[in-house]
């Protein structure tokens, strides 16, 4: 439903969609991402942020967390408690559906790169909407 | 429709009745972006399934599966219970796997897509409420 501000599509099992980064500078990437809502960060691979000009997810998160505290958080995913570098994305968008300034997370020990999906949409995008999934008819909407 | 506060995770309360009618209630997380609704494996023996004891033997029984998760691939058993009620809401014949998750995570079980695909979820993080409906 583009030009509106709801968005309503299908959804794979697992839920992907395609979202486009903008990050600093004019650089964007457009990126396959899982949908979950159980992630309180947006997760994106190293290599992908530095290429949208945020370099300090190539230091350590280790060393970092000792300097920048704020910028290497603690996160609890169903592999345990993670550590990665925060930055904030200039502009995360599916469709219409845009937000600005959204925080995402590089983790120490990157997600497999057997699954599907280049990066996570957490709740640092999500909870700017309302977001309704209907199970049997597997539709995701966001208004 | 069921309507929960929605807290720093979506849970609700769940109330699982096995096969052999047994009963065990968790606090729950949702997470559609899992095949199957989870219990601990020490459950998963209370409701009458002995076998996942023996899910990593080479052969293991026939309703062992391979699943793919954020961790990597796990291997578990996979079983039908009689019935899941949530508020007001009954879904009967739901398939379950038995994973024991990281103690840290903080729930020991989860609503996934067996059941959810039953349902429509709504998630309004600005009034805080999710909401829970049967499909039609």
């Known amino acids: ?143 | 429709m069921t309507e929960f506060e929605l807290g720093r995770f979506p849970s609700l309360f769940v109330r699982v009745k096995g096969s052999n009618s047994r009963i065990r209630e968790y606090r729950a997380l949702v997470d559609p972006a899992y095949e199957y609704c989870i219990v601990p494996k020490g459950d998963a023996y209370v409701f009458g399934h002995p076998e996942v004891a023996f899910q990593h033997e080479t052969v293991g029984p026939p309703n062992a599966r391979t699943l793919m998760t954020a961790g990597g691939f796990s291997k578990t058993v996979v079983f039908e219970v009689e019935a899941v009620e949530i508020g007001g809401l009954s879904f009967e014949k739901v398939e379950f796997a038995a994973i024991d998750l990281p103690q840290e995570v903080g729930f020991e079980a989860v609503i996934g897509q067996s059941l959810l695909k039953h349902a429509v979820i709504n998630l309004d993080w600005k009034k805080r409420l999710l909401g829970l409906t049967k499909a039609s």
């Open chain 1, 1 to 143: 439903m583009f030009g509106s501000k709801k968005l309503t599509f299908q959804v794979k099992d697992p839920m992907l969609v395609m979202c486009r980064i903008a990050g600093t500078g004019d650089r964007t990437r457009e990126l396959s991402a899982l949908v979950d809502f159980n992630s309180t960060h947006c997760l994106m691979f190293a290599n992908d942020a530095v290429f949208l000009g945020y370099s300090d997810v190539a230091n350590r998160a280790r060393e970092w967390r000792e300097v920048f505290p704020q910028k290497a958080p603690y996160l609890m995913s169903f592999r345990g408690v993670e550590r990665g570098i925060m930055v904030r994305l200039k502009r995360v968008s599916i469709g219409p559906l845009a937000v600005e300034d959204v925080t995402a997370v590089s983790l120490e020990m990157e997600p497999s790169l057997l699954l599907p999906y280049d990066m996570v949409l957490g709740r640092s995008f999500l909870d700017k909407f309302k977001l309704t999934y209907d199970g049997k008819s597997k539709t995701l909407s966001l208004s």
